[in-house]
């Protein structure tokens, strides 16, 4: 048996990191068994549904690297099969029509609640042996209801829950088609899942109350069961469901804050499953030790921190090259021109270590594009009348310096102990001057990439200022 998986969001807004964990779970369970992942867009909600939305999750399956085997399918080019099934169980009597009006079910909710029951819809269009039906009304077309079973339960062995059982008694006769024939959520599901002959379906658990119904629409279609596995949410670190308003939620956000997309996925892969100690790992790695059984039953909470901490990870192990392409906008964005200065990817080969995102990279890497002078303070404290008569006298040790880290080295160490003082009194006003800033690494590394006359001019301006 081949293995068949889904993700199936609902184009209804940007692609959430729960949706992305889903198609993460789901994708790499097909991958490890040699299976087939499918894309589905489930946007039949056409209030809700927009086509910018579909590209926004387009759009980020593409940017975390989730590739799918089949679809994008679209449930509402899928009408006419809907349409077709709906048929079909009226005619074999595992669905009906029922004419009922909205004061009618008001009416029925009112008396159930009168009575303190759950409200609930009262059988009466549902054909039985021996039961004389209403005779429908004129004009009024009506909703197609799936004919639940009465008595018995539905249970199934969640991969993730455990085994879950819910009394059909607890279950309405479901609305699958509306008056106008357009079929309803659940049913749609159970249709495309059916038709794409999904074997395990990887969801979020608020799914976990459809799952019953689903099965016995499954069930009286004659369709093979799909094994369940519901996920446990992403709370915030406040423990409360994440929220657009509140929390950082769609992909988007992440890639705007500079997160690689390995390092995304790799954080996600986290949230509920793991793999003894391990916290960084490739997408390989994943996939290898991927199984829905060390999937924990219980929400866990989204820790920016650690998140920050594996997208370092991963900076580090990136190739140089690959990072500079990707900080390249966030460079362009602080005004800098990464082509007048030294190979952003040697620059980043000496920053990465030390900042956990792509942000602070090109925030660090600013000072090789473009000269600002010390702030105020900074210049207070580090450039002050002494300092500028060392540095003048430093201007000339570079000028006819040999323009390499080591040889850099050498010169600095030599020219601190001709002036008889330590280390920071040199290092200090040499990066303010020069970088504008005195959180740089190792300043002789700083001064070889940024090359002779850049380091020059840039002295001359700051002693001229
Ligand atoms: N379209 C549903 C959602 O976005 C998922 C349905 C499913 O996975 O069965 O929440």
Redesign the pocket.
């Known amino acids: 048996m081949t293995v068949r998986t889904r993700f ?3 184009p209804t807004g940007l692609l959430h990191i729960g ?1 992305v964990r889903t198609a993460l779970f789901s994708w790499a369970y097909a991958r490890k068994r040699q299976g087939v992942f499918v894309l589905r867009i ?1 946007d039949t909600d056409l209030e809700r549904s927009t086509p910018e939305s579909v590209q926004a999750i387009l759009d980020g399956m593409h940017w975390v690297g989730l590739d799918y085997d089949e679809g994008p399918f679209y449930q509402m080019q899928r009408m006419d099969r809907y349409k077709e099934v709906i048929q079909r169980m009226l005619a074999d009597g595992t669905a009906y029509h029922c004419y009922c009006s909205r004061e009618e079910l008001d009416a029925m909710r009112a008396e159930a609640e009168a009575r303190g029951e759950k409200p609930r819809y009262d059988r009466r269009w549902r054909p039985e042996r021996g039961k004389t039906l209403p005779q429908p009304p004129a004009g009024v077309d009506p909703v197609v209801r799936f004919r639940n079973p009465l008595d018995g339960a539905v249970a199934w062995d969640d991969a993730v829950k455990g085994r879950i059982e819910i009394a059909n008694e607890e279950l309405d006769d479901l609305i699958i088609a509306r008056p106008d024939g357009t079929p309803t959520y659940n049913f749609c ?1 159970v249709v495309d899942d059916w038709d794409m002959a999904i074997t395990h ?1 990887i ?2 658990d ?2 976990v109350n459809n799952t019953p119904r689903q099965i016995n629409i499954l069930a009286a279609l004659g369709a093979p069961l799909p094994v369940y596995g519901h996920l446990p949410m992403i709370l915030n670190a406040d423990g409360q469901k994440m929220s657009k308003r509140r929390d950082a939620v769609s992909v988007v956000d992440y890639s705007e804050q500079g997160i690689l997309p390995e390092a995304l996925l790799n954080y996600l892969a986290r949230l509920g499953w793991g793999h003894g100690d391990d916290e960084f790992f490739t997408l390989g790695q994943f996939v290898d030790w991927f199984d829905l059984e060390q999937v924990s039953p219980s929400p866990s909470r989204f820790d920016r921190d650690k998140m920050l901490w594996i997208n370092q990870q991963h900076m580090k192990a990136a190739d140089d090259a690959r990072l500079a392409a990707l900080t390249l906008p966030f460079l362009a964005r602080l005004g800098c021109d990464a082509g007048q200065g030294p190979a952003l990817a040697e620059v980043i080969a000496l920053l990465k270590e030390r900042v956990t995102n792509l942000v602070d990279l090109a925030a660090q890497a600013t000072y090789f594009y473009r000269h600002d002078a010390a702030p105020a303070e900074l210049a207070a404290q580090h450039l002050g009348e002494e300092s500028r008569a060392r540095l003048g006298r430093f201007k000339d040790v570079l000028a006819a310096a040999e323009w390499n880290p080591e040889a850099l080295s050498a010169a600095i160490k030599a020219f601190v102990a001709a002036e008889g003082v330590k280390m920071p009194l040199v290092g200090m006003p040499l990066r303010a001057a020069v970088c504008g800033t005195t959180q740089t690494p190792s300043i002789d590394k700083v001064l070889a990439l940024l090359g002779r006359e850049t380091v020059l001019a840039r002295l001359t301006a700051t002693l001229a200022g």
Request: proline fraction near 9%.
């Open positions: 199936a969001p609902s949706g489930e599901v379906v969801r979020g608020d799914h």
